[in-house]
């Protein structure tokens, strides 16, 4: 079962999944904040559906020491699901298009994992899961429709996030749209503490099949994945952005050599829609500070309270918690891309 990431001796590698809130490039009068995924276990966001699916499945008595699971993946969920198998003792087979970075590859198979490569799409992929498990010997975990997969990110995500901002409003949460998991879940705990908040998925722009409705060919690698998934719940979406995967990978090479967080391609996306949707909440009059370090200052000083000073003219003075604040996700670290030239 999760437990809060905090200090102290943890009983398996299982027990450190979490991640920190860092203030990214933001605009004049909004702050842009982002859960960095690469600080869980394998790597990724998948770490916490991966973890919460296998325990599910072991509660409704679904494995047994010992046994096979089989997923189809793009790479991150079969990373944390290989994870979660080596500390668990489950032997697990993964089914991946065999266009994903060889980094991915090699990662699961030093997990332990066996690893099938498909020709095609992620399509392509489950179908091939589906015949694996036909003859009952594995499991499928299935991430696109595993209940568990979203509720770890209401549990775990969203949890977080509500006592790293500690007190103040979310405005909006943004976030890349692979199964549908991470925004779904985060997105539905996140709404009920800030009901006035928006909701904004990222996906392809040459694959953009929530706002199009006819899926693309692109490159992305783990957001995108050409069909909408049953986990993701449509209804919370106030927003859509696209990105094309230049731009992302742009801004991937952005954020290692100017804030110095190395990101995937879906990170880089996420980065750019993010500052879009904090452009247009954005107040400038507000005068927020630029880092959280800026607000420590304040508060030292008395200016940053929860309640805002009455100004000499009997006004409000309005304050930090008052700039808009943005959440993304940056769901993966960037060394998983390196062979794709991406930081040449």
Not at 83 to 96: K, N, Q
Not at 97 to 105: Q, V
Not at 208 to 219: K, N
Not at 321 to 337: H, K, M, N, Q, W
Request: charged letters at 25%; hydrophobic letters at 35%.
């Amino acid at each position: 079962m999760w437990k809060p990431y905090t200090s102290g001796m943890k009983s398996s590698i299982l027990d450190t999944v979490g991640s920190p809130l860092v203030h990214v490039r933001s605009p004049e009068g909004a702050t842009v904040a982002a859960k960095i995924e690469s600080f869980n276990p394998g790597g990724s966001a998948k770490d916490r559906p991966a973890l919460a699916m296998v325990e599910a499945a072991e509660r409704a008595g679904k494995l047994q020491p010992g046994d096979r699971i089989v997923e189809p993946t793009s790479g991150n969920t079969g990373i944390g699901l290989a994870v979660v198998c080596a500390a668990r003792g489950y032997d697990l087979t993964i089914v991946m298009p065999a266009s994903k970075s060889p980094e991915r590859r090699r990662l699961l198979k030093a997990y332990g994992a066996d690893l099938e490569l498909v020709g095609g799409n992620m399509e392509s992929a489950r179908a091939r899961a589906d015949e694996l498990t036909e003859s009952g010997a594995a499991i499928r975990l299935g991430q696109f429709e595993n209940p568990a997969n979203a509720d770890a990110h209401y549990r775990t995500t969203a949890t977080e996030i509500i006592e790293q901002v500690e007190g103040r409003e979310i405005d909006a949460l943004v976030a890349g749209v692979g199964t549908g998991g991470t925004i779904t879940g985060t997105a539905t705990r996140l709404l009920e503490e800030f009901p006035d908040m928006e909701v904004v998925a990222v996906e392809p722009e040459r694959n953009a099949v929530l706002s199009t409705g006819d899926p693309g060919e692109d490159e992305y690698q783990g957001m995108g994945p050409g069909f909408v998934s049953e986990l993701l719940d449509t209804d919370l979406l106030d927003a859509i952005e696209t990105v094309s995967l230049e731009d992302a990978e742009a801004e991937c090479r952005r954020l290692a050599r100017e804030e110095g967080i190395l990101v995937g391609q879906s990170s880089g996306a996420a980065s750019i829609a993010s500052y879009r949707v904090a452009e247009r909440l954005a107040q400038p009059e507000l005068n927020c500070p630029e880092t959280p370090e800026e607000w420590s200052e304040m508060m030292e000083n008395g200016e940053g309270n929860q309640q805002s000073p009455v100004t000499s003219d009997g006004g409000v003075e309005q304050g930090y918690d008052d700039c808009p604040l943005v959440i993304t996700v940056f769901p993966d670290s960037g060394e998983r891309y390196l062979s794709t030239g991406m930081f040449d």
